[in-house]
C-alpha cells in the first residue's frame, strides 16, 4: 500500500476505515430495539407453536379414533362419538348467525309487551262477557265499540304488568336462540323459498307480500280464543322488525351502494358483450309478443311499490317470534309458545 500511495492517501484511506467502522457501532447500536422485539417475537412465537403442535397430535388422534365432527348448529356430544373441537366454516357461520340469533334488548322489549298483550286479550274477553251479559239483561243490541276497553282500563292492564328479570330474560332468549339453532336449516330453506317467491324485490330478503303469504300458508290470522290474533298483529309483527332509526340506516346504505355501483359503472364504460347483447334485445322488442308474454310482462312488477321494505333473515325470524307471542297466550312459557 506504501508503495502505491502517499502519505496524504494513506491517511484519507484511515479515516475511511474509521468512519466504516464507527457506522457499523451506531448500526449495532440502532439493531438493539429491534433485536429486542425479536426476542419478544420469539417468546411469544413459542407458546403458539406448542400449541399448534399439540393440535397437530388431537388432529391426528381424530383420524386414528375415526370421530366425526359433530354436525353445524348441533353440540358437541363426546358420548355420540364426535370430535371434542369443531372446524369453523365462516361461509356458514355468517348464514347460521343470521337466523339463530335474537337481539336481547329487542327481545326484552318484546316478551315485557307480550306480558301486557296477553293481559289486555284476557282484559278484552272478560269485559265482552259482561257487556253481551248486560245487553241480553236489557235486551238490546251490543254498540259498536261498547265492547272495547277504554283507556283507564288500559292503563289499569299496563300497571299490573311485572316487568321480565334479568334472570328471566337470559333464560328465555338463550332458550330461544337454541330453538332456532336446532331447526336452522328447515328455517333456512323456507325464508329462501318464500323470498324468492314474490312479485317484487330481492330474492333474498322478505317483503310484505311474502310475509302475507308465509302467514297465510300457515293460517296464523282467526282461530278461536284464545289462539286467535287479528290481521293487525299479523302486520304489525312484520312492521316492528325494524325501528325508523334503522329502516332510514339502511337505506342510506343501499342508497351509498346503488352510487358507488353506478359511479363504477360510469368509469368502466359500456363493455363491448353488454353492447352485442343490447342490439339483440332490440330486435327481440321488433318481433311480435305471444300473449302468454304479454299477459306476464303486465301481470308482474319486479319493483317494490313506494314506501314498501322488506326485511331480512334476523328480522324474519323476530317477526316469527313475534307472531308465536302474540298468538298462542295461553302457553306460559314465552319459548315453548
Known amino acids: 500500500m506504501r508503495d502505491q500511495n ?59 379414533k375415526q370421530e366425526e365432527e359433530a354436525p353445524p348448529g348441533v353440540d358437541i356430544d363426546l358420548e355420540k362419538g364426535h370430535a371434542p373441537f369443531k372446524l369453523k366454516d365462516r ?16 327481545i326484552r322489549d318484546l316478551v315485557n309487551y307480550t306480558r301486557f298483550f296477553d293481559d289486555y286479550k284476557e282484559a278484552e274477553v272478560v269485559k265482552q262477557a259482561q257487556i253481551e251479559e248486560l245487553c241480553k239483561e236489557e235486551k238490546r243490541k251490543m254498540d259498536d265499540g261498547e265492547a272495547d276497553l277504554n283507556e283507564e282500563e288500559i292503563e289499569v292492564v299496563r300497571s299490573a304488568v ?20 336446532k331447526h336452522y336449516f328447515d328455517l333456512s330453506r323456507i325464508f329462501k323459498y318464500y323470498a ?50 334503522e329502516i332510514a340506516k339502511a337505506e342510506e346504505v343501499a342508497n351509498k351502494k346503488a352510487a358507488a355501483n353506478a359511479k363504477a359503472d360510469g368509469e368502466l364504460g359500456p363493455d363491448e358483450a353488454d353492447e352485442m347483447s343490447d342490439d339483440s334485445e332490440a330486435e327481440d322488442e321488433q ?51
Request: aromatic letters at 12%; hydrophobic letters at 35%; proline letters at 2%.
Open 287 to 337: 318481433k311480435e309478443k305471444t300473449d302468454e308474454e304479454e299477459y306476464y310482462e303486465n301481470e308482474f312488477d319486479w319493483e317494490l311499490g313506494d314506501g314498501e321494505r322488506e326485511i331480512k333473515e334476523s328480522c324474519w325470524i323476530e317477526g316469527i317470534v313475534r307472531i308465536a307471542l302474540y298468538k298462542f297466550r295461553k302457553i306460559e312459557t314465552f319459548e315453548d309458545r
Open 6 to 64: 502517499t502519505d496524504e492517501q494513506l491517511d484519507e484511506i484511515l479515516a475511511s476505515i474509521e468512519q466504516v467502522a464507527i457506522d457499523l457501532a451506531q448500526l449495532r447500536e440502532d439493531l438493539k430495539p429491534l433485536q429486542a422485539l425479536a426476542q419478544r417475537g420469539e417468546a411469544a412465537w413459542w407458546p403458539l407453536h406448542n400449541r399448534m403442535q399439540q393440535w397437530s397430535w388431537k388432529l391426528f388422534g381424530v383420524k386414528v
Open 162 to 181: 311485572i316487568p321480565f328479570t334479568d334472570e328471566e330474560l337470559d333464560d328465555c332468549h338463550e332458550n330461544m336462540e337454541t330453538l332456532f339453532r
Open 196 to 245: 324468492a317467491g314474490g312479485e317484487g324485490g330481492a330474492a333474498t330478503d322478505i317483503s310484505l307480500a311474502e310475509w302475507w303469504q308465509i302467514c297465510n300458508d300457515c293460517q296464523y290470522g282467526g282461530g278461536k280464543d284464545p289462539n286467535h290474533i287479528e290481521k293487525s298483529d299479523i302486520e304489525r309483527a312484520f312492521n316492528e322488525t325494524e325501528t325508523e332509526e
Open 91 to 106: 361461509r356458514f357461520e355468517e348464514k347460521f348467525v343470521k337466523f339463530t340469533t335474537l337481539d336481547k334488548d329487542r
